[in-house]
């Protein structure tokens, strides 16, 4: 069966975009917890638990926001996956987890860092705020790999478990960050191109 | 599915650092767990250490020098021993290199870490390099991090690009070692048990850590007697750090393995289960094991030998249930006395001998994901 | 009593990052879990930080938990019992 982009989009420091189309643009230089808050508010959410969340985890739950506040999926839940590709892993807050313990004068492990300190826990964020129960995988790589998203979904659409996957990469450093996400489906409605790792690599870095 | 066969394994943990002691030490149902007192907090607690002080001769031995982190050195060796049974060429390109861990090289956070300055390092994927480079495989090797189902994935996903017929041979490596970091987390999530691990057991209050490496060697094409068919995962979509109450994802894994593996459940002989023996994650399973109609099928939980080996977990105790596989052993469960879960399941607490055909191995982790795998022997 | 309930409301709410949450929403005998105020797990280890962290008071027992942290008003309670001022 063929499958197709059915939805894309994308956060960084400068803008929010959803299918190509910008819908929020940082013109007034918001660092990320301001950012990720304003695009919260934007995108009509409301979901307390997000501002429990790490930001890696925050800037995931916005970009799956993104690609599936209007589009109403039918599939069963455990038929929708997710892949996630990051080359920072979860060291951004790796680091402040450090820092609840670096300091034996100081010593508090923070268990509501901890828990975001696996990098796909950002994944158990999406699936729990959108009822995804599919497949999972977390891939730490230098870059993005258009290819290793391509291969990994292919598989998982082939066999045929799978009906729509999610797929993103995401990075959070100190001082940048960056949330690409696209939808597969079998679906040729609203479709942005056939689904092929050329295609992923096009909208990646085009827009 | 096309069989991918394991044609070498190794593991090291707090039992030794061969194949063979594990064997020895696991048929004597004998545990590697010991009271030590580690981190600032310095409480007393039953870890699966491993001997580093031993470990140096063989890392001496694959001159592995101070440019690599402890971390690397045991990934390489755990790489080189399994690569040494299965006699393949690890500088192949038709070799791929798949690592899984949860936290690498997280100790270089620490400034006074000698390798800290190596910024780069802490990357996984860095480390990962650093690893495969040893071997000069020219590929760039993945990285999977999936919290406790690492393993398990990264050795599901080298099976499937030898069955994509990407390459010949895949050296599946799983490791994770017991840092200051990861063991105050687990502190402060109040996870811990006091006593060495109890898993399924009345009494089980929580996990013991561990830290291990081991490596499966994949190969399409030259035939061994144990094989991967099939594996898959499935998210709770419940809680991130806590199991679904009525086995939702592992339900799913293992119903869709199944499937993909082509054969019926009631065809499983014999089952490694994640076991953890935190309340929650062993009353999750029996329930799932329930619901699949698995509750009569032998099932151990090899924590209670080496511990909680995150990263490694899932390719230590799958090198450990192809071994029992090749020797139609049911594994004990080292630390169990009595079912203390709500559903009755069959837990084998000392070793026997059955025919074993067809074997599930079963891991959940963090973020809600649960996977299980089936193995095949001819 | 007032006063330490309505100091442990402000760090409640910033240390379990109860956004647009102010103290006076808060009634210290509403349950702070489940159907009270539906803290989860995580933020029962966070509270139990809370308590080390700021008012010197190690809870080890997590059955001792329960009750300690029923509601806001029962934290207070217990800080009160056993800090010497």
Redesign the interface.
């Given at each position: 069966m063929d499958h197709y982009i059915t939805a894309f989009g994308r956060i960084n420091s400068t803008q929010a975009s959803r299918n190509g189309k910008r819908f929020w643009s940082n013109q007034e230089g918001l660092k990320l917890a301001d950012s990720l808050k304003a695009i919260y508010k934007i995108l009509g959410m409301n979901y307390l638990k997000f501002f429990k969340m790490d930001e890696m985890s925050k800037l995931g739950v916005l970009g799956a926001e993104i690609l599936l506040k209007d589009l109403n999926l039918t599939y069963q839940a455990h038929e929708i996956g997710i892949l996630m590709l990051t080359s920072e892993s979860s060291l951004f807050t790796d680091q402040k987890y450090f820092e609840t313990i670096s300091d034996s004068q100081n010593y508090f492990p923070s268990p509501s860092l901890f828990v975001y300190t696996l990098p796909n826990i950002v994944m158990g964020e999406i699936a729990i705020k959108n009822n995804l129960k599919g497949e999972n995988i977390c891939f730490v790589q230098d870059q993005f790999k258009s290819h290793l998203l391509f291969d990994y979904a292919n598989y998982l659409l082939t066999r045929g478990s799978q009906k729509a996957l999610l797929l993103a990469f995401i990075d959070v450093t100190k001082n940048d960050y960056e949330c690409f996400m696209i939808l597969i489906e079998n679906n040729i409605k609203n479709n942005f191109g056939s689904f092929t790792s050329s295609r992923i690599e096009e909208l990646y870095c085009n827009e | 599915m096309q069989e991918i066969y394991l044609i070498g394994e190794s593991m090291i943990s707090a039992l030794g650092s061969s194949l063979e002691i594990h064997q020895e030490k696991i048929t004597q149902n004998s545990s590697g767990l010991q009271i030590h007192s580690l981190g600032i907090s310095e409480t007393e607690l039953p870890l699966g250490l491993l001997n580093w002080a031993l470990l140096e001769n063989d890392f001496q031995a694959l001159k592995l020098n101070e440019t690599y982190s402890r971390f690397e050195k045991l990934m390489v060796l755990a790489a080189q021993q399994a690569v040494a049974k299965a006699g393949i060429d690890p500088s192949s390109p038709n070799c791929i290199f798949i690592i899984s861990t949860t936290k690498g090289n997280i100790e270089l956070l620490d400034p006074k870490h000698p390798l800290h300055d190596q910024s780069s390092r802490i990357h996984l994927w860095s480390s990962a390099q650093q690893i495969s480079r040893y071997f000069n495989n020219p590929n760039e090797p993945m990285v999977i991090s999936n919290a406790c189902v690492s393993g398990v994935m990264a050795l599901n996903w080298g099976a499937e690009l030898l069955r994509m017929k990407k390459y010949e041979t895949a050296i599946v490596i799983g490791g994770d070692i017991i840092s200051h970091f990861v063991l105050s987390g687990f502190q402060s999530f109040k996870s811990l048990s006091a006593k060495a691990c109890k898993p399924f057991d009345r009494e089980r209050d929580g996990l013991s850590l561990g830290e291990a490496s081991a490596c499966i060697v994949f190969s399409r094409t030259q035939l061994a007697d144990i094989a991967l068919l099939a594996g898959a995962s499935h998210n709770d979509a419940n809680h991130i750090s806590g199991p679904s109450r009525t086995a939702e994802g592992m339900y799913y894994a293992v119903k869709d393995a199944i499937s993909y593996a082509e054969i019926d459940l009631n065809q499983i002989d014999s089952i490694s289960a994640h076991g953890t023996a935190t309340p929650y994650n062993d009353e999750m399973e029996a329930i799932g094991l329930q619901r699949l109609g698995l509750q009569n099928v032998p099932t151990h939980s090899l924590k209670g030998f080496w511990g909680h080996t995150l990263g490694a977990a899932g390719i230590i105790e799958s090198a450990a249930l192809a071994w029992s596989m090749r020797v139609n052993a049911l594994l004990p469960t080292c630390g169990f006395k009595e079912l203390g879960v709500s559903v009755p399941i069959e837990i084998s607490d000392t070793i026997s001998y059955k025919p074993i055909h067809y074997a599930l191995k079963l891991a959940s982790g963090f973020s809600g994901i649960n996977s299980a795998l089936i193995f095949k022997k001819s | 009593m007032d006063e330490l309930i309505h100091q442990l409301k402000i760090e409640i709410i910033s240390c379990?990052?109860?956004?647009?949450l102010s103290p006076e929403e808060i009634d210290a005998t509403q349950p702070l879990f489940n159907e009270g105020l539906g803290l989860?797990?995580?933020?029962a280890?966070?509270l139990?930080?809370l308590m080390?962290?700021t008012y010197g008071l190690k809870i080890v027992e997590?059955s001792k938990g329960k009750e300690i942290f029923y509601s806001v008003g029962t934290m207070a309670k217990y800080i009160m019992e056993n800090t010497k001022s």
């Amino acid at each position: 069966m063929d499958h197709y982009i059915t939805a894309f989009g994308r956060i960084n420091s400068t803008q929010a975009s959803r299918n190509g189309k910008r819908f929020w643009s940082n013109q007034e230089g918001l660092k990320l917890a301001d950012s990720l808050k304003a695009i919260y508010k934007i995108l009509g959410m409301n979901y307390l638990k997000f501002f429990k969340m790490d930001e890696m985890s925050k800037l995931g739950v916005l970009g799956a926001e993104i690609l599936l506040k209007d589009l109403n999926l039918t599939y069963q839940a455990h038929e929708i996956g997710i892949l996630m590709l990051t080359s920072e892993s979860s060291l951004f807050t790796d680091q402040k987890y450090f820092e609840t313990i670096s300091d034996s004068q100081n010593y508090f492990p923070s268990p509501s860092l901890f828990v975001y300190t696996l990098p796909n826990i950002v994944m158990g964020e999406i699936a729990i705020k959108n009822n995804l129960k599919g497949e999972n995988i977390c891939f730490v790589q230098d870059q993005f790999k258009s290819h290793l998203l391509f291969d990994y979904a292919n598989y998982l659409l082939t066999r045929g478990s799978q009906k729509a996957l999610l797929l993103a990469f995401i990075d959070v450093t100190k001082n940048d960050y960056e949330c690409f996400m696209i939808l597969i489906e079998n679906n040729i409605k609203n479709n942005f191109g056939s689904f092929t790792s050329s295609r992923i690599e096009e909208l990646y870095c085009n827009e | 599915m096309q069989e991918i066969y394991l044609i070498g394994e190794s593991m090291i943990s707090a039992l030794g650092s061969s194949l063979e002691i594990h064997q020895e030490k696991i048929t004597q149902n004998s545990s590697g767990l010991q009271i030590h007192s580690l981190g600032i907090s310095e409480t007393e607690l039953p870890l699966g250490l491993l001997n580093w002080a031993l470990l140096e001769n063989d890392f001496q031995a694959l001159k592995l020098n101070e440019t690599y982190s402890r971390f690397e050195k045991l990934m390489v060796l755990a790489a080189q021993q399994a690569v040494a049974k299965a006699g393949i060429d690890p500088s192949s390109p038709n070799c791929i290199f798949i690592i899984s861990t949860t936290k690498g090289n997280i100790e270089l956070l620490d400034p006074k870490h000698p390798l800290h300055d190596q910024s780069s390092r802490i990357h996984l994927w860095s480390s990962a390099q650093q690893i495969s480079r040893y071997f000069n495989n020219p590929n760039e090797p993945m990285v999977i991090s999936n919290a406790c189902v690492s393993g398990v994935m990264a050795l599901n996903w080298g099976a499937e690009l030898l069955r994509m017929k990407k390459y010949e041979t895949a050296i599946v490596i799983g490791g994770d070692i017991i840092s200051h970091f990861v063991l105050s987390g687990f502190q402060s999530f109040k996870s811990l048990s006091a006593k060495a691990c109890k898993p399924f057991d009345r009494e089980r209050d929580g996990l013991s850590l561990g830290e291990a490496s081991a490596c499966i060697v994949f190969s399409r094409t030259q035939l061994a007697d144990i094989a991967l068919l099939a594996g898959a995962s499935h998210n709770d979509a419940n809680h991130i750090s806590g199991p679904s109450r009525t086995a939702e994802g592992m339900y799913y894994a293992v119903k869709d393995a199944i499937s993909y593996a082509e054969i019926d459940l009631n065809q499983i002989d014999s089952i490694s289960a994640h076991g953890t023996a935190t309340p929650y994650n062993d009353e999750m399973e029996a329930i799932g094991l329930q619901r699949l109609g698995l509750q009569n099928v032998p099932t151990h939980s090899l924590k209670g030998f080496w511990g909680h080996t995150l990263g490694a977990a899932g390719i230590i105790e799958s090198a450990a249930l192809a071994w029992s596989m090749r020797v139609n052993a049911l594994l004990p469960t080292c630390g169990f006395k009595e079912l203390g879960v709500s559903v009755p399941i069959e837990i084998s607490d000392t070793i026997s001998y059955k025919p074993i055909h067809y074997a599930l191995k079963l891991a959940s982790g963090f973020s809600g994901i649960n996977s299980a795998l089936i193995f095949k022997k001819s | 009593m007032d006063e330490l309930i309505h100091q442990l409301k402000i760090e409640i709410i910033s240390c379990l990052n109860l956004e647009g949450l102010s103290p006076e929403e808060i009634d210290a005998t509403q349950p702070l879990f489940n159907e009270g105020l539906g803290l989860d797990s995580i933020d029962a280890l966070e509270l139990i930080v809370l308590m080390d962290k700021t008012y010197g008071l190690k809870i080890v027992e997590a059955s001792k938990g329960k009750e300690i942290f029923y509601s806001v008003g029962t934290m207070a309670k217990y800080i009160m019992e056993n800090t010497k001022s």
